[in-house]
């Protein structure tokens, strides 16, 4: 028994699960925030379900400190982080903060942690003014990187990470791909992201990354790229939904793809599909100690992930 502890906040979803189970392997005391109805069978694991207000951080942590705290909340407004990060900081001797693979541009195969930012080099102002995600966890590290110079904290840049409440397919999310499988549908995808390295992992990687990144001081200020860097297309990805559930797809164009797909946010589509995502994991992999054969291939976390859903009949 390590005899650490970890608080995960916002941790009963997709990366906070694995992160969890990770943490609990390694012999750590996991305690999670989150709005999920989890149980816990492992007397190591305690959840508690509440909404994760800052009044009720400053409640909960009041005389307690951790020995690592990784915080899963997105803030889409950035200013509401910075009173959650003050209070944060004081009760953990290692927070790990939230942002995104989505953060980078498409101007440098394969990605590294110092690629340009999209931020940096678009010049789309509705984005800028409107977007909520890769807008907003960019202004988050900017904030670390010129407010919080010399704290003990660390990014975390994931890519998409599946798992039984998520089987991402270019911009198909959740269940749909298997929603249209089962009614028989022909699933249309667009062409132009056929031949992309998908920004795609299985939540159990990207969980063990996360989880062996903590208690480590020598990556405090620093961000790094959550990713076991398997590198599949988007093509590769349909081939293996083909063989293990029968799905079938088509390929169409841009233009109709997006008419028949109106409803859909058009920003993650051409501002992150639309890019290759090629990653080079060579930082986290160092900062780690984790090497290749430590994961799991994309395909066998699908089988994983797809036996679950069935056992719990989530549709």
């Known amino acids: 028994m390590s005899n650490k502890s970890v608080l995960l906040i916002g941790g009963g979803g997709t990366l906070g699960t694995y992160t969890g189970k990770e943490l609990l392997n390694q012999g750590v005391f996991v305690d999670v925030i989150c709005l999920e109805d989890n149980v816990s069978t492992d007397e190591n694991l305690k959840f508690f379900k509440e909404n994760v207000t800052l009044e009720y951080l400053e409640e909960f942590l009041k005389n307690k400190h951790y020995d690592g705290i990784v915080n899963f909340i997105h803030y889409p407004e950035v200013d509401d982080y910075p009173p959650v990060h003050k209070l944060l900081i004081k009760h953990t001797s290692h927070l790990i903060v939230l942002s995104s693979y989505r953060v980078y541009a498409d101007e440098k195969h394969p990605i590294t942690e110092d690629s340009p930012m999209l931020l940096d080099v678009l010049k789309d102002d509705e984005f800028m003014k409107t977007?909520?995600?890769?807008v907003s966890k960019t202004k988050l590290e900017r904030y670390l990187n010129s407010e919080c110079i010399g704290e003990n904290w660390t990014v975390v840049r994931p890519?998409?990470?599946?798992?039984?409440?998520?089987?991402?397919?270019?911009?198909?999310?959740?269940?749909?791909?298997?929603?249209?499988?089962?009614?028989?549908?022909?699933?249309?995808?667009?062409?132009?992201?056929?031949?992309?390295?998908?920004?795609?992992?299985?939540?159990?990687?990207?969980?063990?990354?996360?989880?062996?990144?903590l208690f480590k001081e020598n990556v405090f200020g620093k961000a790094f790229t959550v990713s076991s860097a398997q590198n599949l297309k988007w093509s590769e990805v349909a081939e293996i939904y083909s063989e293990l559930v029968g799905a079938k797809f088509k390929w169409v164009s841009l233009d109709k793809y997006l008419k028949e797909n109106v409803h859909y946010d058009i920003y993650p589509l051409i501002y992150d599909?639309?890019?290759?995502r090629a990653i080079d994991n060579t930082e986290i992999l160092k900062a780690t100690g984790l090497k290749s054969e430590d994961f799991t291939s994309i395909k066998d976390g699908i089988k994983i992930e797809l036996e679950l859903f069935k056992a719990e009949n989530l549709i």
């Open 131 to 134: 977007e909520k995600y890769a």
């Open 273 to 276: 599909r639309l890019f290759d």
């Open 159 to 213: 890519v998409i990470s599946f798992s039984k409440k998520r089987f991402d397919l270019v911009t198909h999310y959740k269940h749909s791909v298997l929603t249209k499988t089962k009614n028989g549908e022909i699933i249309p995808l667009p062409i132009d992201a056929k031949n992309l390295t998908a920004g795609l992992d299985w939540a159990g990687n990207s969980g063990k990354l996360i989880a062996n990144l």
